[in-house]
T-cell receptor
Framework: DAKTTQPTSMDCAEGRAANLPCNHS???????VYWYRQIHSQGPQYIIH???NNETNEMASLIITEDRKSSTLILPHATLRDTAVYYC?????????FGAGTTVTVRA | GAGVSQSPRYKVAKRGQDVALRCDPI?????LFWYQQALGQGPEFLTY????????KSGLPSDRFFAERPEGSVSTLKIQRTQQEDSAVYLC????????????FGPGTRLTVL
């Protein structure tokens, strides 16, 4: 599976949009981009995934560049409960490789 | 509805003891996964079941680790002769799909080996 690169940490203000970048320059044509998050002392939680097209659900939006070498997860209105480690994962199938993720802290 | 549950939530074992960790997946989910998460790191894949068949055990770190899902629902991860390096959170996840899609995770079992 292709590897991903994410910033180690980032802060954002409550009520503002949070934009989380991810680089995956070695992604292959049939690999999906998944985003999960893990709130302290809980199991990971699925957020969204996509292949080529941008995706949106009730939690977030996923923007994938045309060359698929990078993507951005957008949390439209961050709340304090969105403080978590966010993992960008590139996977062909079920075998998710989480990496270190981005620690996102939402501040009031 | 009920999510994935795991028991016990915490387990302390002396080095050399055997432990068994239980996972109750979401009812009807055909796929079940085990992950290991060391302190400060992301989860790492251990093994995958499709119903009762263990299709992938490539992530199991040694032959001391054994997983089963005999009836295609509840799963048990067993670690024999525990070592200190086995200390981690063990996460179970289930999915309604066969090979891909959203995985629903349980809260994990924190294993501490003294």
């Amino acid at each position: 599976d292709a590897k991903t690169t994410q910033p180690t940490s980032m802060d954002c203000a409550e009520g503002r949009a949070a934009n989380l970048p991810c680089n995956h320059s070695t992604i292959s044509g049939n690999e999906y981009v998944y985003w999960y998050r893990q709130i302290h002392s809980q199991g990971p939680q699925y957020i969204i995934h996509g292949l080529k097209n941008n995706e949106t659900n009730e939690m977030a939006s996923l923007i994938i560049t045309e060359d698929r070498k990078s993507s951005t997860l957008i949390l439209p209105h961050a709340t304090l409960r969105d403080t978590a480690v966010y993992y960008c994962i590139v996977a062909l199938d079920y075998k998710l490789s989480f990496g270190a993720g981005t620690t996102v802290t939402v501040r009031a | 509805g009920a999510g994935v549950s795991q028991s016990p939530r915490y387990k302390v074992a002396k080095r050399g003891q055997d432990v068994a960790l239980r996972c109750d997946p979401i009812s009807g989910h055909v796929s079940l996964f085990w992950y290991q998460q060391a302190l400060g790191q992301g989860p790492e894949f251990l093994t995958y079941f499709q119903n009762e068949a263990q299709l992938d055990k490539s992530g199991l770190p040694s032959d001391r680790f054994f997983a089963e899902r005999p009836e295609g629902s509840v799963s048990t991860l067993k670690i024999q002769r525990t070592q200190q390096e086995d200390s981690a959170v063990y996460l179970c996840a289930s999915s309604s799909g066969f090979l891909d899609g959203e995985q629903f995770f349980g809260p994990g079992t924190r294993l501490t080996v003294l």
